[in-house]
């Protein structure tokens, strides 16, 4: 597996820990664009009760979806 699958795997798994209602923080050391902004939109396609609250990029810009 390359990195941004083992990535998603450890994604999908803290997601089955979380208590209802929980915040489920995802941050990588990488400016991959397919580490990040990949993984998270794949991963709220397949967890449609899981949505984004704030995006934080390292140019500290801040979005909210």
Do not use: W
Not at 27 to 52: G, I, M, P, Q
Request: hydrophobic share 35%; net charge positive; charged share 25%.
């Amino acid at each position: 597996k390359d990195l941004p699958e083992i990535q998603y795997a450890i994604l999908e798994t803290a997601a089955q820990y979380l208590r209802p209602g929980g915040t489920l923080v995802y941050a990588t050391c990488t400016v991959s664009k397919r580490e990040n902004t990949d993984r998270v939109a794949a991963f709220l396609r397949s967890k449609r009760s899981f949505e984004l609250q704030i995006e934080r990029q390292l140019n500290g810009k801040a979005s909210a979806s």
